[in-house]
């Protein structure tokens, strides 16, 4: 008997034997997976139209990295980060008949029996001054009882100031239903944007995130698309426009991959694109730029080539839906930052430098040098602004700003503002 080849067979055996969890953090390489099992209504089930590529297996969730505690539940599936005591990210798809709902809310919050490492509990939150703000929200999960129960476990709950559970946040959940009910299916993920040195709530050090985001996927021909949110923590009233991004920017912001399960190509092209005016509420529907009732006027943003856009709006701050992410900075309390064109100049490179740290490819004619979107790195003044505004910087402070991964800027800076060039 060959002893040798038998100690090598048992020791690769124990090897593999060994698994643990960790807390959804960004590894090299994906581990497959069971799919997760839906149980759903036969009417559901039925009404449901999966992307047209029938190879193509649960396109809503993310890349699943080794070591990521995966928590499958009947309406979705969630990637529990133990270091922050929630979900890094809940995947689901909702179709027409999901989003009618039926059952009603139970308000029944409990620790969630699925999490290996223990969730969240209610002495977490309590007297904490923050909502139990759902991931998937109790209104897509609305088709069933359990569905319904399962919605209100604490592993899909983040902390929320209850002005932003409660009205933006809100807003754009209500929004998603809307999408999905004018679609056969729409592929949702939602979650906080997580990072080292967030403050903490409660016995379990739940964190509070500074940023919310969902992406959302439409799968079904003839149009095909997809969008992002990036949504600060805080109140707000502008429109959900203003907080539309690339899911590629989501993907640089959270360190996730996104929608892995599509071909290549499809990926990177629905991925790079943010098409605001794509997303509509179907027939007799309005855009997510809601208009007002004021007189149309001309958008006051400015177009890559440095000219003033040319579309027509009644959205309140100005800005049409193409130029919409011109209104604001995502930043709490939603500072405004504009830039006008220059009335004259030759067309020139922007100056300005990109978050990767490369050149702006943007052409521009403004005089300082700078397009729209980096007119803050023209030394704290625009265009527009008065004369004396060199002589209204103050001290040296920190800047107020926060990076990508949530954490404060670390520049000095003297501008009025309290923020950098860059923020």
């Not at 509070?208 to 969902?214: G, I, L």
Request: neutral net charge; glycine residues 8%.
């Amino acid at each position: 008997m060959n002893y040798r080849a038998v100690l090598i067979h048992f020791l690769t055996l124990l090897f593999l034997s060994i698994a643990g969890t960790s807390s959804c953090e960004a590894k090299p390489a994906p581990r497959a997976i069971p799919p997760p099992v839906h149980v759903k209504p036969e009417d559901t089930a039925s009404a449901k139209k999966k992307p047209s590529d029938p190879e193509i297996k649960n396109p809503e969730l993310p890349l699943i990295r080794p070591g990521d505690q995966i928590v499958r539940h009947t309406g979705y599936t969630l990637c529990y980060s133990e270091t922050h005591e929630q979900a890094a990210w809940v995947a689901y798809d909702l179709t027409r008949s999901e989003a009618a709902g039926g059952y009603e809310r139970t308000n029944k919050f409990i620790p969630d029996p699925s999490v290996q490492t223990g969730s969240a509990t209610a002495a977490d939150y309590a007297n904490s001054g923050y909502d139990r703000g759902h991931l998937a929200p109790a209104g897509d999960m609305g088709w069933s009882a359990i569905t319904m129960s399962e919605s209100f476990y604490y592993s899909n709950m983040s902390p929320q100031e209850p002005s932003f559970n409660r009205g933006i946040w809100k807003k754009l959940e209500e929004q998603v239903r809307a999408w999905a009910n004018a679609d056969s299916v729409l592929y949702v993920v939602t979650g906080p944007v997580l990072s080292e040195g967030l403050p903490t709530i409660g016995p379990n050090m739940v964190s509070v995130p500074r940023y919310y985001y969902k992406v959302l996927l439409d799968f079904n021909k003839p149009g095909f698309k997809a969008i992002g949110f990036v949504l600060p923590n805080a109140p707000s009233s502008l429109p959900l426009s203003s907080f539309a991004v690339s899911v590629d920017s989501v993907e640089r912001l959270t360190g996730l991959d996104f929608f892995p399960a599509l071909p290549d190509g499809a990926e990177d092209l629905l991925e790079s694109d943010c098409c605001v005016n794509c997303w509509t509420m179907g027939t007799g529907g309005s855009m997510i730029t809601a208009p007002n009732s004021g007189a149309s006027v001309q958008c006051k943003g400015t177009t890559q080539a440095g000219n003033r856009c040319r579309n027509m709006t009644r959205n309140e701050n100005g800005y049409c839906h193409v130029h919409a992410a011109q209104a604001m900075t995502l930043m709490p309390g939603g500072a405004q930052e504009e830039a006008q064109p220059a009335a004259s100049g030759a067309t020139a490179q922007c100056k300005g430098i990109t978050q990767a740290g490369n050149r702006c490819r943007n052409m521009t004619r403004n005089e300082n040098g700078y397009c729209h979107v980096h007119a803050a790195q023209a030394g704290g003044s625009f265009n527009n602004a008065p004369s004396s505004a060199p002589s209204q910087l103050g001290p040296s402070v920190q800047c107020s700003g926060t990076t990508a991964s949530g954490a404060r800027c670390k520049r000095m800076t003297r501008n009025p503002s309290g923020r950098c060039y860059q923020h």
